[in-house]
């Protein structure tokens, strides 16, 4: 049996999101300037899995994942930070999604000069999830081709204004048929990647495997698996390969919450990662506190390397 989907704080999320929900129209704050991510310095030649990272930015900062280094050679730990997250909500007056971002990611966004660059400049991408809000809107769910590419503009609109490295689909919370929302059909998801991927060529696009949408890939003769860059388990502690048409080298069947999946997992699914080789290492939840033990559980076998943590 399968562990639960990731455990979450939510109590205040949903809370500012449903004043949030009363407030429609754009979500960027009108302050913000379109900065384009900066070139990264070299990092550290490092061999091995792409490592990826999730950060509940409600709780945590994202520049936990620019503290961790490998003790052998310097590179970093981690390769692609996510912020966790961003939601796609419901105007039930409009009868339309929109991107929205709570007071916590916009604060994320907005102070990119601090909390986005100095983790690209050290070589790390940042990507931003997109997850359901419990309102009826999905990324499965789109009424037509335009509405999906409207959604796909506007996220891909701000990793542009924000300089981010990419977006994350995340299918959980979305509540289909609430707001008198409809049920999930199977051209709304093939039309959204596709306008992102077209919106976005030289960008991430990564599938967190769950929800309506990670079993809705194809339609009318258009199969968007080849557009994900990666595609990783969502159910942390289990080894579970994703279904989608990707190489291995993009794929993460491994899964880990830091401080909760027992360093002796960790180290058996890293160990078994670069046995089948794999080419991506999923983690969740890096938070704020020295996780160099849990970190170099898995550093140890993907990369031969403790990891050091610098605060």
């Not at 620019?66 to 966790?84: E, H, Q, R, S």
């Not at 093939?190 to 919106?199: E, I, M």
């Not at 258009?222 to 990707?246: C, E, H, M, R």
């Amino acid at each position: 049996m399968l562990t639960p989907v990731r455990s979450r704080v939510r109590t205040a999320a949903l809370a500012l999101s449903a004043v949030a929900a009363l407030a429609l129209g754009t979500t960027a704050t009108a302050g913000a300037t379109a900065a384009p991510a900066p070139a990264p310095s070299p990092a550290a030649a490092k061999q091995g899995p792409t490592s990826v990272a999730y950060i509940e930015v409600n709780n945590n900062s994202m520049l936990n994942a620019g503290k961790y280094t490998l003790a052998d050679g310097g590179g970093n730990a981690f390769d692609v930070a996510v912020i966790f997250a961003a939601n796609i909500n419901y105007d039930t007056s409009s009868k339309k999604a929109y991107l929205h971002f709570n007071e916590n990611v916009q604060r994320v966004l907005d102070n990119a000069a601090t909390e986005i660059r100095p983790l690209q400049r050290k070589g790390i991408k940042v990507v931003l999830s997109v997850l359901g809000n419990h309102q009826g809107a999905g990324f499965a769910n789109f009424p037509s081709q335009q509405t999906a590419s409207a959604f796909a503009k506007e996220m891909s609109d701000a990793v542009a204004e924000y300089g981010l490295d990419g977006i994350d689909f995340d299918d959980e919370y979305a509540e289909y048929g609430e707001n008198g929302t409809a049920q999930p059909n199977d051209s709304s998801f093939v039309h959204l990647v596709t306008a992102l991927r077209a919106n976005m060529p030289d960008k991430i696009i990564s599938l967190y495997n769950i929800g309506p949408s990670a079993s809705r890939l194809s339609y009318g003769g258009v199969d968007v698996s080849a557009k994900f860059d990666y595609a990783w388990n969502p159910y942390y502690g289990t080894w579970q390969v994703p279904g989608i048409g990707l190489p291995k080298s993009q794929l993460s069947p491994a899964a880990v919450e830091i401080g909760r999946t027992s360093q002796t997992t960790v180290t058996s699914l890293a160990r078994r990662t670069v046995g089948e080789g794999y080419g991506v290492y999923l983690t969740y939840n890096l938070d704020g506190t020295d996780r160099s033990a849990d970190v170099s559980a898995f550093t140890r076998e993907l990369y031969g390397s403790d990891a050091v943590y610098t605060p």
